[in-house]
């Protein structure tokens, strides 16, 4: 792909296939690069790209009335 295009992304790598189908009645068609992200071409040419993110949280809680809650939450994006 590196010789075919010069930037072989999601996105560059669904229009490609797009245009040498030339399917009849294709609607979408998504490349997935990984389980995690992929790009989505519409019929009209939109792009769409997703990213599925992971949300990790903790939250520690002394209660004695709303003045006193503390918290402390993470994520990792």
């Known amino acids: 792909m590196n010789e ?3 930037l ?8 490609w296939l797009r245009e040498r189908l ?4 294709l609607v979408q068609l998504g490349v ?8 989505v ?6 792009i769409e790209l997703w990213r ?3 949300f ?5 809680a002394e209660c004695s009335g709303w003045a006193s ?6 994520s990792w994006f």
């Open 4 to 6: 075919i295009m010069p």
């Open 8 to 15: 072989p992304n999601d996105a560059a790598l669904a229009m």
């Open 22 to 25: 030339a399917l009849p009645g």
């Open 32 to 39: 997935d690069s990984t389980a995690d992200q992929g790009a």
């Open 41 to 46: 071409v519409s019929e009209r040419g939109e």
């Open 52 to 54: 599925r993110w992971r």
């Open 56 to 60: 990790e949280a903790r939250i520690v």
């Open 69 to 74: 809650m503390r918290t402390n939450a993470r």
